[in-house]
């Protein structure tokens, strides 16, 4: 099962560096990042990492509100269209996501395209159905 640790974050100077700072310290390699603003100065960072489980609790621990996240990564071409075609894809399958950003894994070649679902148990096999194909996770995290 893939995960993101989802981090409730003040934008504040060095409270991102905070973070970095905790992971780095426990040799926990940032896989992808994606930081959004709410409202009010604060802001949900969203983090795939190489150890998940340790980061949320290390950050946790050390006084900052982590939670685990479960997450579908899916594989797709690094091509233009290649993302209308996957959303296309997506939408077939009747999966419904929250929150969605993306990374390139090999230039011109692979991304990944990673989606926060709420209906988990359902999402992988209807994604599957449509011939969308999961990352598993040793190369989600990179392990």
Do not use: C
Not at 9 to 21: D, F, I, M, P, Y
Not at 69 to 96: C, F, Q
Not at 105 to 119: H, L, M, R, Y
């Amino acid at each position: 099962m893939t995960f993101q640790v989802s981090i409730f974050l003040e934008n504040k100077l060095g409270h991102l560096e905070r973070v970095t700072s905790i992971l780095k310290a426990a040799a926990i390699n940032i896989r992808s990042l994606h930081l959004n603003h709410t409202a009010n100065g604060w802001g949900i960072l969203n983090l795939v990492v190489s150890d998940p489980v340790l980061a949320h609790q290390l950050l946790n621990d050390n006084g900052m509100s982590a939670a685990l996240r479960k997450i579908v990564v899916i594989k797709m071409t690094d091509e233009p269209g290649s993302l209308d075609a996957l959303l296309k894809a997506i939408v077939k399958a009747g999966v419904n996501f929250t929150n969605a950003y993306g990374r390139v894994v090999n230039e011109g070649e692979s991304a990944f395209f990673v989606i926060d679902v709420q209906d988990f148990e359902d999402a992988a096999p209807n994604l599957e159905s449509v011939g969308l194909q999961i990352v598993e996770d040793r190369l989600v995290y990179g392990n």
